[in-house]
Protein backbone atom coordinates (compact mmCIF):
# COMPACT_ATOMS: atom_id res chain seq x y z
CA UNK A 1 0.00 0.00 0.00
CA UNK A 2 2.78 2.19 1.40
CA UNK A 3 4.71 1.24 -2.36
CA UNK A 4 1.21 2.07 -4.26
CA UNK A 5 1.36 5.85 -2.42
CA UNK A 6 4.55 6.48 -3.39
CA UNK A 7 4.46 5.70 -6.98
CA UNK A 8 1.64 7.62 -7.58
CA UNK A 9 2.96 10.64 -5.77
CA UNK A 10 6.30 9.97 -7.82
CA UNK A 11 4.49 9.69 -11.30
CA UNK A 12 2.20 13.30 -10.29
CA UNK A 13 5.97 14.85 -9.23
CA UNK A 14 7.35 13.66 -12.79
CA UNK A 15 3.86 14.83 -14.50
CA UNK A 16 4.50 18.47 -12.86
CA UNK A 17 7.90 18.41 -13.65
CA UNK A 18 7.09 17.67 -17.60
CA UNK A 19 4.39 20.46 -17.82
CA UNK A 20 6.75 22.91 -15.92
CA UNK A 21 9.63 21.92 -18.58
CA UNK A 22 6.95 21.51 -21.49
CA UNK A 23 6.70 24.69 -23.63
CA UNK A 24 10.64 24.73 -24.50
CA UNK A 25 10.62 21.16 -24.16
CA UNK A 26 11.40 21.26 -28.37
CA UNK A 27 14.10 23.44 -28.11
CA UNK A 28 16.00 22.44 -24.84
CA UNK A 29 16.24 18.36 -27.11
CA UNK A 30 18.26 21.00 -29.87
CA UNK A 31 20.44 22.50 -27.29
CA UNK A 32 21.15 18.94 -25.72
CA UNK A 33 21.87 17.28 -29.57
CA UNK A 34 24.03 20.03 -30.37
CA UNK A 35 25.90 20.03 -27.09
CA UNK A 36 26.15 16.63 -27.15
CA UNK A 37 27.35 16.22 -31.30
CA UNK A 38 30.09 18.98 -29.64
CA UNK A 39 31.61 16.99 -26.84
CA UNK A 40 32.11 14.04 -29.37
CA UNK A 41 34.46 16.39 -31.22
CA UNK A 42 36.31 17.89 -28.14
CA UNK A 43 36.25 13.94 -27.27
CA UNK A 44 38.58 13.07 -30.59
CA UNK A 45 42.21 11.95 -29.58
CA UNK A 46 43.88 12.05 -32.27
CA UNK A 47 42.09 15.30 -33.01
CA UNK A 48 40.34 15.10 -36.78
CA UNK A 49 40.43 17.87 -39.55
CA UNK A 50 43.37 19.89 -38.04
CA UNK A 51 46.93 18.31 -38.12
CA UNK A 52 45.52 16.85 -41.63
CA UNK A 53 45.18 20.62 -43.13
CA UNK A 54 48.58 21.83 -42.95
CA UNK A 55 50.40 21.48 -45.77
CA UNK A 56 53.49 20.20 -45.06
CA UNK A 57 54.64 16.64 -44.43
CA UNK A 58 56.49 16.05 -41.14
CA UNK A 59 53.86 15.83 -38.66
CA UNK A 60 52.58 13.74 -35.70
CA UNK A 61 49.84 13.66 -32.84
CA UNK A 62 51.15 13.28 -29.62
CA UNK A 63 48.36 14.32 -26.94
CA UNK A 64 49.48 16.28 -24.18
CA UNK A 65 48.03 16.23 -19.93
CA UNK A 66 47.42 19.45 -19.71
CA UNK A 67 45.40 21.92 -21.30
CA UNK A 68 41.67 23.65 -19.94
CA UNK A 69 38.83 24.93 -21.90
CA UNK A 70 38.60 28.20 -23.69
CA UNK A 71 37.04 31.21 -21.26
CA UNK A 72 35.19 34.46 -22.71
CA UNK A 73 37.65 37.28 -21.96
CA UNK A 74 35.00 39.97 -23.04
CA UNK A 75 31.35 41.16 -22.80
CA UNK A 76 29.41 42.27 -25.33
CA UNK A 77 26.22 44.57 -24.39
CA UNK A 78 22.94 44.49 -26.20
CA UNK A 79 19.38 46.04 -26.08
CA UNK A 80 17.00 43.61 -27.66
CA UNK A 81 14.80 45.71 -29.70
CA UNK A 82 12.14 43.38 -29.11
CA UNK A 83 8.87 43.88 -27.71
CA UNK A 84 9.21 41.81 -24.59
CA UNK A 85 11.38 38.64 -23.21
CA UNK A 86 9.35 36.13 -24.40
CA UNK A 87 10.02 37.58 -28.30
CA UNK A 88 13.46 37.51 -27.97
CA UNK A 89 13.35 33.79 -26.54
CA UNK A 90 11.16 33.01 -29.82
CA UNK A 91 13.57 34.68 -32.08
CA UNK A 92 16.87 32.94 -29.99
CA UNK A 93 14.79 30.08 -31.04
CA UNK A 94 14.79 30.54 -34.55
CA UNK A 95 17.41 28.27 -36.35
CA UNK A 96 16.83 30.52 -39.77
CA UNK A 97 17.63 33.98 -38.25
CA UNK A 98 20.41 31.71 -36.43
CA UNK A 99 20.87 34.49 -33.70
CA UNK A 100 21.45 34.09 -29.62
CA UNK A 101 23.07 35.26 -26.63
CA UNK A 102 24.12 33.74 -23.46
CA UNK A 103 21.82 36.22 -21.45
CA UNK A 104 18.81 37.94 -21.77
CA UNK A 105 17.50 40.10 -19.10
CA UNK A 106 13.94 41.30 -18.50
CA UNK A 107 12.90 44.16 -18.01
CA UNK A 108 11.33 42.80 -14.38
CA UNK A 109 15.09 42.02 -13.77
CA UNK A 110 14.43 38.13 -14.69
CA UNK A 111 18.16 36.71 -15.69
CA UNK A 112 17.95 33.91 -18.59
CA UNK A 113 20.59 32.21 -19.56
CA UNK A 114 20.04 30.35 -22.99
CA UNK A 115 23.76 29.27 -23.78
CA UNK A 116 26.48 27.60 -21.83
CA UNK A 117 29.27 30.93 -20.83
CA UNK A 118 31.85 28.32 -22.82
CA UNK A 119 30.10 28.03 -25.75
CA UNK A 120 29.74 30.29 -29.24
CA UNK A 121 26.82 32.56 -28.79
CA UNK A 122 25.70 34.43 -31.91
CA UNK A 123 25.14 37.79 -31.15
CA UNK A 124 28.59 40.22 -32.12
CA UNK A 125 28.06 39.31 -35.96
CA UNK A 126 30.47 41.07 -38.35
CA UNK A 127 33.34 43.86 -36.90
CA UNK A 128 36.02 44.53 -35.31
CA UNK A 129 37.35 45.97 -31.64
CA UNK A 130 41.51 46.29 -31.47
CA UNK A 131 42.71 43.67 -33.93
CA UNK A 132 39.86 41.01 -33.10
CA UNK A 133 37.49 39.96 -36.16
CA UNK A 134 35.81 37.10 -33.64
CA UNK A 135 33.93 38.85 -30.73
CA UNK A 136 31.78 36.14 -30.44
CA UNK A 137 34.16 33.33 -29.77
CA UNK A 138 35.86 35.55 -27.14
CA UNK A 139 32.66 37.23 -25.26
CA UNK A 140 29.85 36.22 -23.28
CA UNK A 141 26.71 37.86 -25.04
CA UNK A 142 24.31 39.99 -23.05
CA UNK A 143 21.06 41.10 -24.09
CA UNK A 144 18.78 43.62 -22.37
CA UNK A 145 15.07 43.41 -23.04
CA UNK A 146 14.14 47.47 -24.08
CA UNK A 147 12.87 48.55 -27.34
CA UNK A 148 15.74 50.43 -28.29
CA UNK A 149 13.79 53.93 -28.78
CA UNK A 150 12.11 55.05 -25.92
CA UNK A 151 12.02 52.37 -23.12
CA UNK A 152 13.57 53.38 -19.65
CA UNK A 153 16.47 51.44 -18.34
CA UNK A 154 15.07 49.83 -15.06
CA UNK A 155 16.99 50.02 -11.82
CA UNK A 156 16.04 46.25 -11.27
CA UNK A 157 17.40 45.56 -14.49
CA UNK A 158 20.74 47.11 -14.15
CA UNK A 159 21.09 45.77 -10.62
CA UNK A 160 20.28 42.11 -12.11
CA UNK A 161 22.87 43.49 -14.82
CA UNK A 162 25.68 44.22 -12.14
CA UNK A 163 24.99 41.09 -10.50
CA UNK A 164 25.57 38.85 -13.89
CA UNK A 165 28.88 41.01 -14.92
CA UNK A 166 30.04 40.76 -11.05
CA UNK A 167 29.97 37.21 -11.81
CA UNK A 168 31.31 36.55 -15.13
CA UNK A 169 34.07 39.54 -14.24
CA UNK A 170 35.14 37.55 -11.26
CA UNK A 171 35.02 33.52 -12.83
CA UNK A 172 36.62 34.33 -15.87
CA UNK A 173 39.17 37.47 -14.74
CA UNK A 174 37.97 39.76 -17.48
CA UNK A 175 39.62 43.02 -17.86
CA UNK A 176 37.90 46.37 -17.09
CA UNK A 177 38.26 47.83 -20.26
CA UNK A 178 36.47 44.71 -21.87
CA UNK A 179 33.30 45.32 -21.20
CA UNK A 180 31.59 47.03 -24.04
CA UNK A 181 28.38 47.33 -26.16
CA UNK A 182 27.77 46.33 -29.94
CA UNK A 183 27.63 49.65 -31.12
CA UNK A 184 31.64 49.91 -30.12
CA UNK A 185 32.29 46.68 -31.84
CA UNK A 186 30.07 47.05 -35.38
CA UNK A 187 29.24 50.94 -35.47
CA UNK A 188 28.71 50.84 -38.86
CA UNK A 189 25.36 48.26 -38.59
CA UNK A 190 24.58 48.55 -34.91
CA UNK A 191 23.56 51.33 -32.23
CA UNK A 192 23.16 49.20 -29.14
CA UNK A 193 22.30 49.54 -26.66
CA UNK A 194 21.49 52.91 -27.05
CA UNK A 195 20.63 55.60 -24.44
CA UNK A 196 22.42 52.99 -22.00
CA UNK A 197 24.03 54.12 -18.11
CA UNK A 198 27.31 52.98 -18.85
CA UNK A 199 28.58 55.09 -16.26
CA UNK A 200 26.70 53.00 -13.75
CA UNK A 201 28.60 50.39 -15.28
CA UNK A 202 31.91 51.98 -15.25
CA UNK A 203 31.80 52.85 -11.94
CA UNK A 204 31.62 49.48 -10.50
CA UNK A 205 34.46 48.16 -12.90
CA UNK A 206 32.57 46.98 -15.93
CA UNK A 207 34.03 49.36 -18.82
CA UNK A 208 35.44 52.94 -18.57
CA UNK A 209 33.97 56.27 -17.88
CA UNK A 210 35.44 59.53 -18.44
CA UNK A 211 36.94 62.13 -15.43
CA UNK A 212 34.69 64.36 -13.73
CA UNK A 213 37.28 67.47 -14.33
CA UNK A 214 38.20 66.85 -17.91
CA UNK A 215 41.47 68.39 -19.42
CA UNK A 216 42.13 69.53 -22.87
CA UNK A 217 43.91 67.32 -24.90
CA UNK A 218 47.31 68.42 -26.03
CA UNK A 219 48.11 70.59 -29.47
CA UNK A 220 48.82 67.36 -32.64
CA UNK A 221 45.73 65.56 -30.05
CA UNK A 222 44.69 63.06 -32.92
CA UNK A 223 41.13 61.43 -32.82
CA UNK A 224 41.89 58.82 -35.36
CA UNK A 225 44.16 57.41 -33.69
CA UNK A 226 42.61 57.64 -29.93
CA UNK A 227 39.79 55.85 -31.22
CA UNK A 228 41.88 53.36 -32.71
CA UNK A 229 44.27 52.69 -29.70
CA UNK A 230 40.89 52.39 -27.34
CA UNK A 231 39.53 49.70 -29.94
CA UNK A 232 37.40 51.09 -32.96
CA UNK A 233 37.99 50.02 -35.99
CA UNK A 234 38.29 53.25 -38.04
CA UNK A 235 38.52 52.23 -41.34
CA UNK A 236 35.30 53.85 -41.22
CA UNK A 237 35.77 56.99 -38.97
CA UNK A 238 32.12 58.80 -39.49
CA UNK A 239 30.93 55.44 -37.76
CA UNK A 240 33.47 55.21 -34.95
CA UNK A 241 32.88 58.66 -33.85
CA UNK A 242 29.51 58.18 -33.79
CA UNK A 243 30.26 54.46 -32.22
CA UNK A 244 32.01 56.63 -29.59
CA UNK A 245 29.14 59.14 -28.95
CA UNK A 246 26.61 56.69 -28.83
CA UNK A 247 29.16 54.75 -25.75
CA UNK A 248 29.76 58.06 -24.01
CA UNK A 249 28.59 61.31 -24.67
CA UNK A 250 24.83 60.28 -25.95
CA UNK A 251 24.34 63.61 -27.49
CA UNK A 252 24.30 64.45 -31.50
CA UNK A 253 24.77 61.00 -32.17
CA UNK A 254 23.61 61.00 -35.70
CA UNK A 255 26.63 63.37 -36.52
CA UNK A 256 30.27 62.57 -36.85
CA UNK A 257 31.36 65.93 -35.63
CA UNK A 258 33.15 65.93 -31.99
CA UNK A 259 32.82 69.15 -30.43
CA UNK A 260 35.83 70.66 -28.56
CA UNK A 261 33.79 68.78 -25.40
CA UNK A 262 33.80 65.50 -26.84
CA UNK A 263 37.46 65.88 -27.45
CA UNK A 264 38.18 66.09 -23.88
CA UNK A 265 35.79 62.97 -23.13
CA UNK A 266 37.65 60.96 -25.76
CA UNK A 267 40.89 62.42 -24.52
CA UNK A 268 40.25 61.34 -21.09
CA UNK A 269 38.92 57.77 -22.23
CA UNK A 270 41.99 57.72 -24.63
CA UNK A 271 44.05 58.16 -21.60
CA UNK A 272 42.79 55.08 -19.48
CA UNK A 273 44.01 52.84 -22.49
CA UNK A 274 47.68 53.88 -22.29
ZN1 LIG B 1 23.18 43.94 -30.59
Known sequence: MMIKKYAIYFSIVALMGSCAGGKYATTEKIYKKKAKDFSEVYKEAPVKGQLEKINYKDKEWIASTNFGVRKPN?????????????QTVKTFHNEKVGVSSHYVIGRDGK???????????HHAGLGRWGNDTDLNSSSIGIELDNNGISDPWPEVQINALVQLLSYLKETYKIPQANFIGHMDYAPTRKNDPSRFPWKILADKGFGYWYDEVLEDPPVGFDPKIALRIIGYDVKNLDAAIKGFKQHYTQ???????????DLKILYSIFKKFL
Open 74 to 86: YVMIHHTAQKDLD
Open 251 to 261: MDVNSALLTEH
Open 111 to 121: VVQMVNDLYRA
